[in-house]
């Protein structure tokens, strides 16, 4: 865990908290991790498995939609509410249906799903299972 300063003895005092419930689920994210930095590990792990083709895509999207939008953002503060807006602007440019953007099934799946995933166990572990 990086050691450094905390806004508040209460962030202070949750941080641990945070750090081992995010591990727990298999998220273990340094807290100053920005979501382009995330993203580049997940399109990094997503090209092993997956064909050339569908790796091209998905690298698009996230070079040109997902990091512009939420990119210099800390992971740890990306939250459903950035992920709602993006959703609705996309909606609104007439890109997809409302259904491209509800989460997936298989969380982490698509690079629209490895976005909502942070958020996701972010509001589970502020608000319990």
């Known amino acids: 865990m990086r050691r450094g300063g905390f806004a508040s003895q209460d962030s202070a005092e949750t941080a641990p908290l945070r750090f081992l419930e995010g591990e727990a689920g298999g998220f273990d994210a340094d807290p100053n991790q920005t979501v382009a930095g995330y993203l580049d590990v997940w399109l990094a792990t997503k ?30 503060q990306l939250a459903h509410r950035h992920i709602l807006a993006f ?28 976005c909502c995933e942070p958020a996701r166990r972010s509001r589970q572990a502020a608000t319990g299972p």
Do not use: E, H
């Open 47 to 76: 090209a092993l498995v997956l064909k050339p083709t569908t790796i091209a895509r998905y690298r698009d999207y996230v070079r040109n939609d997902l990091i512009p939008a939420f990119g210099t953002l800390k992971l740890d």
């Open 87 to 114: 959703a609705n602007s996309q909606l609104t440019a007439g890109r997809g249906t409302s259904l491209t953007w509800a989460p997936s099934a298989r969380p982490g799946s698509t690079p629209s799903a490895a």
